[in-house]
């Protein structure tokens, strides 16, 4: 079996303890972090979000380790700066129109192109690379995974609330983020060259100016050899995140060795797939998703153990059985979205939302 590396990248929330509100470091966090954390952190368009993200690891516990010492790192740099930090796919009350956006001439250009789409677009997701061996499997494997990203984004649904109200989502997350063009489920291509001529068609008529424009749920990275898996709310726990890279990683290697025997998922078209995020991103692990092969629906708390099984020959090679399962353990206690829900439901005050978020993300930070 190939070394199917990991790399994690999570955007984080930064709060006024008092108010709990959003509040602006004005990349002081960022700029302290480089001293030590060089070019692991780094400041996002909202002034309110800072981003960190792993080097390449070789295993989930070397993942776990880099995971832990960054939000180690960042929650003391934003208390030297009397912030705390949350991680959740939204904030529960804050507005996005009393944000700051970060000076950069980059974003500048975003904002001109896209204007309230991009000013509005407050959200906090989790990214996760998987190595690939070439961007022809890159794109083979990004064509079969597709089918298995709403199951993995019940999983890490963490955005129930927006601009103070319950939307009525696990993951209202990506609804703000389906204003962005380029977004969502992908539809399959016959080889990287193909994916390569719709990229440059996209550039040679000025749609964007370079691969990182296309802002699907996965994607074969157009300058490292990954692929980016993009779908994810970024999750409470730090066992969560390590739990969906695992899974993740677990997916692509029982895939992979499908490959390698001549099998293969049957691929479904984007249509499909996306029926299944909505129900994702609606009703979180309580709902149903669709079975498209026995064309019909299943539980999701189901499919998660079909999930299970169907990755449970390989887990223990790349050594991430107990990381895997860690997924029974979400389906038990629910996501960070019913967790947020329940706090909600116990004391009606949305900054109590917030200190539980907070708590959450420092959870197994020894």
């Excluded at 208390?79 to 009393?98: E, M, V, Y």
């Excluded at 649904?157 to 009525?168: A, E, H, K, V």
């Excluded at 209202?172 to 399959?188: E, L």
């Excluded at 726990?237 to 029982?254: N, S, W, Y």
């Amino acid at each position: 079996m190939p070394v199917f590396t990991i790399g994690i990248e999570e955007e984080f929330q930064t709060i006024d303890p008092v108010t709990r509100d959003l509040r602006s470091h004005i990349g002081q966090i960022v700029e302290d972090g480089k001293i030590t954390l060089h070019e692991q952190v780094k400041a996002e368009m909202h002034q309110a979000v800072v981003e960190v993200g792993t080097n390449i690891c070789y295993n989930i516990q070397e993942a776990r380790r880099e995971v832990t010492h960054l939000r180690k790192h960042i929650i003391e740099l934003a208390g030297n700066q009397g912030l705390k930090i949350a991680s959740a796919g939204t904030h529960p009350f804050s507005r996005w129109q009393d944000q700051q956006i970060t000076a950069d001439a980059r974003y500048d250009k975003i904002i001109e192109e896209m204007q309230d789409a991009a000013r509005s677009n407050l959200i906090f997701g989790m990214h996760v690379h998987i190595g690939m061996e070439s961007r022809d499997m890159g794109v083979h494997m990004m064509n079969t995974m597709r089918y298995f990203l709403p199951h993995i984004y019940a999983l890490s649904t963490n955005s129930p609330f927006w601009q103070g109200r319950n939307t009525g989502f696990k993951s209202y997350r990506s609804k703000v983020f389906d204003k962005f063009p380029r977004t969502g489920i992908p539809d399959y291509f016959a080889s990287a060259a193909e994916y390569d001529e719709y990229i440059n068609l996209l550039i040679k008529t000025g749609c964007i100016d370079n691969g990182k424009k296309i802002y699907w749920d996965i994607r074969v990275h157009p300058f490292f050899d990954t692929i980016e898996f993009r779908i994810c709310d970024v999750p409470m726990r730090i066992d969560e995140t390590i739990c969906l890279a695992a899974l993740l990683q677990a997916l692509v290697a029982k895939i992979h060795k499908l490959m390698s025997s001549n099998l293969n998922f049957r691929l479904y078209r984007k249509n499909l797939i996306s029926e299944n995020k909505w129900r994702a991103a609606r009703y979180g692990i309580e709902g149903k998703l669709i079975d498209f092969g026995k064309q019909q629906e299943v539980p999701t708390h189901q499919l998660i153990h079909e999930l299970l099984d169907f990755v449970d020959d390989v887990v223990d090679e790349l050594g991430s059985r107990e990381e895997c399962e860690y997924a029974l353990k979400i389906l038990d206690m629910g996501t960070g979205a019913d967790r947020q829900l329940a706090v909600f439901q116990q004391t009606n005050d949305l900054k109590r939302v917030v200190d539980y978020i907070v708590d959450e993300t420092s959870f197994g930070i020894r």
